[in-house]
């Protein structure tokens, strides 16, 4: 029986970890032709969140776009513009161990409730043309966020990294 309790408390956990990822683009552009990019600095100062978190998810872009092959640039192709919001979650969990016939709690074989809170975060990355000044891409990571400054910045990077994976989009 506490084992059950034990597997069933780990997937609960294990679900909370994932990010869950949507994109969006303008199916009529040409991404090939983007090879370099720079920040939005409006879109990135509207962001109400930290600056050090500000600087992490920077960061992230950065090496995410570098691998990609993106250079950075004083007259880039595109321009990179962030948001980012949090709500708090309250999860109420109730294990019930007990066996027996008809309806409702057997209070002699005993359950187990717990009550936590955590903090869900939503980052959207925004891609855009820089010289028509239009959206061109939109991707949206949204999961479980991390008040431990220790694991911050690979938390930051695990949601950069799974959005900007949907890029460049891959036609059908």
């Known amino acids: 029986m506490k084992t059950i309790k034990f597997l069933l408390l780990l997937f609960v956990v294990a679900s909370c970890s994932s990010i869950h990822v949507y994109s969006d683009y303008d199916k009529k552009v ?3 032709k983007y090879k370099t990019y720079a920040y939005y600095k409006n879109g990135i ?4 969140i930290s600056d050090l978190d500000k600087k ?3 960061r992230s872009i950065d090496e995410v776009m570098l691998a990609k092959g993106f ?4 007259t880039p192709d595109m321009l990179i513009s962030i948001n980012a919001t949090a709500e708090q979650n309250v999860n109420v969990n109730n294990f019930n161990a007990g066996w027996g016939w008809g309806w409702g709690w ?3 074989w005993g359950g187990m409730n717990t009550v936590s809170t955590s903090t869900s975060g939503i980052l959207t990355i925004e891609l855009i043309d820089a010289k028509l000044k239009e959206l061109i891409w939109l991707g949206e990571g ?3 966020l991390t008040k431990n400054v220790d694991k911050k910045d690979e938390n ?3 949601f950069v990294t799974e959005i900007l994976a949907q890029y460049p989009p891959v036609k059908k």
Not at 45 to 48: M, Q
Request: proline content about 4%; cysteine-free.
């Open 156 to 158: 930051v990077k695990k």
């Open 71 to 74: 250079s950075k640039s004083d």
């Open 106 to 108: 057997d209070p002699f």
């Open 30 to 32: 040409d991404f090939a």
């Open 56 to 58: 992490r998810i920077l």
């Open 45 to 48: 100062d509207k962001a109400e």
């Open 142 to 144: 949204t999961g479980y």
